[in-house]
């Protein structure tokens, strides 16, 4: 496959104020690409368009809630009357942790993490690949999932189950767009445990509920944003489906997941 040029481009990065967004949004601006940012805190928008103005990008902030239909729809809009250069990358990187038990769950944390990371990046293809299969440039719709898409862990259901959610998402839309012969793409992130606001909301609760020597260890365990932004930006350029990067290697913790459906398959084989 053809691979794209970042530096050809204009990239949407919704999520930009912060964390993996916001590196992102760096490391493109670096490699010559111009700018759409979007998010719902407008004042890191406004740092991270700071940020990327100084290392020379064109760039446009916009204010968007990711689980509103009406806010992808005019952010797409605004972001195709504003380009000068083919939007080749649009990352639907926006996202909430959901802290909830599946025993005893939340309602509300349920919601908006179905919201905002299962609903976004739907609304945002919808906003964005019809218009970017109109181009004459290939382009790739990446949407940032987690390593949560294949493992499973516990007091985080909403996370879990949204993050697993937007795989199947991904995998159709890709399945869609190549049938139909698009020149646009489709990628998938599952980053492992990142420096970035949602992990140090979640330092920050490691702290209070076991002590400062936990919330180093915690910490210990992370990733720079840059470093999760150096790889991404690496690979995604070869169009690649699965982007993973972690420091981390998890195959031993996926593996048992798949041969447990594998092993059930002949058990539940129905004979002819
Ligand atoms: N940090 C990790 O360890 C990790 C690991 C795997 C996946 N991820 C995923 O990476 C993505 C980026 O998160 P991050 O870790 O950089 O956290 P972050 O909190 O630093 O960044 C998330 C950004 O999304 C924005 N956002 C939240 N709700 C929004 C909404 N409704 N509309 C628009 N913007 C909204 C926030 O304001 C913030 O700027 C998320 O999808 C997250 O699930 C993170």
């Known amino acids: 496959m053809q691979e794209l040029s970042i530096a050809g481009g204009t990239a949407v990065v919704t999520g930009a104020a912060s964390g993996i967004g916001r590196a992102l949004a760096i490391g493109l601006a670096q490699r010559g690409a111009d700018l759409v940012l979007a998010d719902i805190d407008e004042q890191g928008l406004a740092e991270t368009n700071q940020l990327v103005s100084s290392a020379g990008a064109r760039a446009l902030a916009c204010r968007l809630d990711a689980g509103s239909i009406d806010d992808n729809e005019a952010l797409a809009e605004t972001a195709f009357a504003w380009v000068e250069k083919p939007v080749t990358l649009v990352f639907a990187n926006a996202g909430i942790h959901g ?10 944390v349920w919601q908006r993490a179905i919201d905002v990371n299962l609903l976004g990046p739907l ?12 181009q004459e440039t290939p382009s790739q719709f990446v949407i940032t999932a987690s390593q949560a898409s294949v493992i499973a862990a516990p007091g985080m259901s909403p996370y879990v189950a949204t993050k697993h959610a937007v795989w199947g998402l991904a995998d159709c839309l890709r ?20 420096e970035s606001g949602i992990t140090q909301g979640q330092l920050e609760r490691v702290r209070a509920a ?7 260890a915690y910490a210990a365990q992370l990733v720079t944003a840059d470093k999760v932004a150096e790889v991404i930006l690496r690979e995604v350029v070869k169009r690649p489906f699965w982007i993973v990067p972690a420091d981390l290697d998890t195959r031993e913790m996926v593996r048992p997941r798949f041969e447990e459906f594998a092993a059930a398959v002949p058990v539940g084989l129905i004979e002819a």
């Open 99 to 108: 802290l909830t038990g599946a025993l005893d769950p939340d309602l509300g």
């Open 123 to 134: 609304f945002a293809s919808k906003a964005f690949v019809g218009r970017m299969a109109e």
């Open 175 to 194: 399945i869609e767009l190549k049938q139909a012969n698009s020149r646009v793409g489709v990628s998938i992130i599952a980053p492992g445990r990142t």
């Open 210 to 216: 076991q002590g400062d020597e936990a919330a180093t």
